[in-house]
């Protein structure tokens, strides 16, 4: 085992996804989540964010136009977990996903955060989430992090909106 450890302020910066339907993708993630266009290359390529960041997802057709979803049950990504600043941003996006009848795969407690899942038009899973302040995470009598998966309590996250 390597004695390196990556610096603790360390970020995944962004994830680019391989589509078949530029604009389909682009109709999920900025007309449905709400990112941005920052550029766009011909009807191959695009890069979206949140915020003016130069792109937190690229999105692209240079090895995918027109291809089948990935098989599910081969390597590759599991989802892409996009971070909402606070619970009330979480409850507001669930309200808007409810008002366009876009379905959900899931949704959970983990203890450490709440999330939501859904799969892009291209079967790509998406998690949306946000994390509880650090000091409000479950640990045992050991000090260790004991998160678990349980039910979301929607009711209750939709309830911050009213």
Not at 96 to 117: C, F, M, N, W
Request: hydrophobic residues 35%; glycine residues 10%.
């Amino acid at each position: 085992m390597s004695d390196y450890k990556i610096p603790a302020q360390t970020r995944i910066g962004h994830v680019h996804l391989k589509v078949s339907d530029l604009q389909k993708s682009m109709a999920f993630y900025c007309d449905l989540l709400g990112f941005e266009l920052v550029t766009k290359y011909g009807d191959q390529a695009a890069f979206i964010s949140a915020g003016g960041y130069h792109h937190h997802i690229g999105l692209n057709t240079w090895q995918s136009k027109g291809a089948p979803p990935a098989p599910q049950y081969a390597p590759g990504l599991f989802h892409t977990a996009i971070l909402y600043p606070e619970r009330k941003d979480l409850a507001a996006i669930l309200q808007r996903l409810i008002d366009k009848g876009y379905p959900l795969t899931g949704a959970s407690d983990h203890g450490v955060s709440e999330a939501l899942y859904l799969d892009d038009p291209d079967g790509n899973g998406v998690e949306l989430y946000w994390d509880r302040p650090k000091d409000k995470w479950p640990i045992d009598e050991q000090g260790n992090l004991t998160m678990y998966t349980r039910q979301l309590d929607i009711p209750g996250l939709l309830a911050l909106l009213k």
